[in-house]
């Protein structure tokens, strides 16, 4: 039972930084704004795209937000730098986003619930649906931990999710420390739970399974990426931005893939059977 | 006298909101439609799975009210209670775009994804974010969190989507859950047994008086459905669109030197009010 701050997160959540300068050569550090959002525009395929990452950063001004949690900060940030981009392309043509995603989880604190995290996150959420609506080509590379609300904040509003296919990428609505802990269950019964029941699982093959990931990219190496593996991801990227100019702008897709189809066939069902029942008398 | 709507179950709170003899459910009880994934785990299901849709009128114009029941499984948010909740909103778009509006009202009592159905819980809340935020370009999306479960987890973020949200005193609205916070940050951080403290930061009096609410409403079923009404006139840019507002808000911040929740309605007085 600890309250100290967290300690400086050497080696954790590094995975966002890493990749956003593979793809862009560049460490996105903004101006004005915390360490833990980086933004840097670089070429992909044709055009320029804007990445976007949240990182760690051991002496963020919230101590709760120092090991790669979306945090009050962080979330405001990337609400107004999307939001920029938006105003920025309002004369042109949209330009895509690429919220490159290793998030721990959304910060847990008092100071967060007191200024209202969940509005932060919230407003991420919706400036990265507005940018999707607005025509701008929205895609979410997960690289390392998708968790929870970090990753309602920082991706899941995307197009298209691209993964790469690494034991480290987790996707969940809580940590397994903290699901054990809820449901007093030990850490081992939630990985039998997880090979059994596939949307209780963590690992990234199993979300694949959910049929949300639109391109699950293997053989590469999510460390420390060599350029043969960043031009394989550059390439995937250019082909998802280009699919996501050529369909709606809704999130419609989750629901098409044969994996949907199987795992996710109640949310199919619910839906058809609401339209049918939407205008009886 | 008073006639509570806190305790009311979503089906008579539907019913609540929507003009008189106007309430027609969808998917209700009958149709079975129950998750696929609780009797895996030997949890017990319910033919609603927790989510009550409800077409209707209110003030005459057709509408859709989505209620979570919180007393079943804390209100969590499963593959098919999800998929309840956004396929309304997604069908309330459709009619909207076809050019025929919809009013839809949430009313949202939930501790958030449900945990044996994890991922997919998650994404059903994404799929009602990305619902809300569509549906609020044509239509007012009103919220409603009248207590006692609250509105938590990844559902907070929809309450704070809404066009209007409607709180009352008994009502708690945060991201995380005060056990969540004891457990992830130590009982110095939060007590969660200590009511008074955590009202004081997540109750609906403390969020409506720093601006993070629009309507503070007492728990009356005439009052509350007067104040749905009353919300479709809005014409206010949605609270998460507000960012250059709340980004300066938080600028003011000294995390070292937090103010305290009473300091806070202060700092964030509601803007327009003394």
């Not at chain 2, 309450?159 to 209007?164: E, V």
Request: with cysteine; aromatic share 4%.
């Amino acid at each position: 039972m600890s309250a100290q701050p967290n300690p400086a997160p050497r080696g954790l959540a590094a995975r966002g930084l890493r990749w956003l300068q593979a793809l862009t050569g560049q460490d996105g550090l903004l101006p004005s704004a915390p360490r833990t959002v980086r933004i840097a525009d670089a070429p992909l395929g044709e055009e320029l795209a804007r990445f976007i990452a949240v990182v760690p950063d051991g002496e963020n001004r919230f101590p709760r937000a120092r090991c790669g949690e979306v945090g009050l900060d962080e979330a405001w940030t990337l609400a107004q730098q999307v939001r920029g981009t938006m105003s920025e392309d309002q004369n042109q043509r949209p330009r895509a986003l690429i919220a490159l995603v290793d998030v721990t989880s959304q910060a847990y604190g008092r100071r967060e619930e007191l200024l209202g995290i969940h509005l932060a996150g919230a407003a991420a959420a919706d400036a990265y649906a507005s940018a999707r609506l607005a025509g701008h080509p929205v895609i979410a590379l997960l690289v390392g931990k998708a968790m929870s609300g970090g990753f309602l904040t920082h991706g899941y509003q995307a197009n298209r999710i691209l993964a790469l296919d690494s034991p480290e990428v987790l996707v969940h609505a809580m940590s397994k420390e903290s699901a054990a802990r809820v449901t007093r269950r030990p850490v081992e019964a939630l990985e039998d739970l997880g090979e059994r029941i596939v949307p209780m699982a963590y690992d990234v093959r199993s979300f694949n399974r959910l049929g949300l990931v639109h391109r699950l990219i293997r053989g590469v190496n999510a460390d420390a990426p060599g350029p043969a593996d960043v031009e394989r991801v550059r390439g995937e990227l250019t082909a998802a931005v280009a699919t996501a100019r050529g369909a709606p702008r809704d999130l419609s897709s989750r629901l098409e893939s044969d994996a949907a189809r199987a795992t996710r066939a109640a949310s199919i069902e619910v839906r058809r059977r609401l339209a049918q029942a939407w205008d009886a008398v | 006298m008073r006639d509570s709507f806190i305790e009311l179950r979503a089906r008579e709170r539907a019913r609540a909101i929507l003009d008189a003899d106007t309430f027609r459910e969808l998917l209700g009880p009958f149709d079975r439609m129950k998750s696929p994934w609780l009797p895996l785990q030997g949890v017990v299901t319910q033919a609603d799975d927790g989510v009550v849709v409800a077409r209707g009128r209110v003030d005459g114009k057709p509408a859709v009210v989505a209620a979570i029941e919180g007393a079943y499984q804390g209100g969590s948010i499963g593959e098919v209670s999800g998929a309840k909740i956004a396929g309304a909103l997604e069908l309330a778009l459709r009619d909207c775009e076809r050019g025929r509006p919809v009013r839809p009202v949430l009313v949202l009592e939930t501790g958030g994804v449900r945990l044996q159905e994890a991922n997919l819980g998650l994404a059903a809340i994404a799929e009602i974010h990305a619902a809300i935020v569509a549906l609020r370009r044509h239509v007012p999306v009103v919220g409603v969190v009248a207590g006692l479960v609250g509105c938590f987890g990844g559902m907070s973020l929809a309450a704070a989507l809404c066009s209007r949200l409607i709180v009352t005193r008994q009502a708690r609205l945060g991201m995380n859950g005060p056990e969540v916070i004891e457990q992830e940050a130590g009982i110095a951080e939060l007590d969660s047994m200590d009511g008074a403290e955590v009202w004081g930061l997540m109750g609906g009096e403390q969020r409506h008086a720093t601006g993070l609410a629009d309507v503070l409403v007492e728990d009356d079923v005439g009052a509350i459905a007067a104040q749905v009404r009353e919300a479709f006139n809005t014409t206010a840019p949605p609270r998460s669109e507000q960012v250059q507002v709340f980004c300066r808000r938080l600028a003011g911040i000294d995390p070292g030197h937090p103010p305290s929740p009473k300091a806070l309605r202060t700092l964030w007085a509601r803007e327009g009010e003394p």
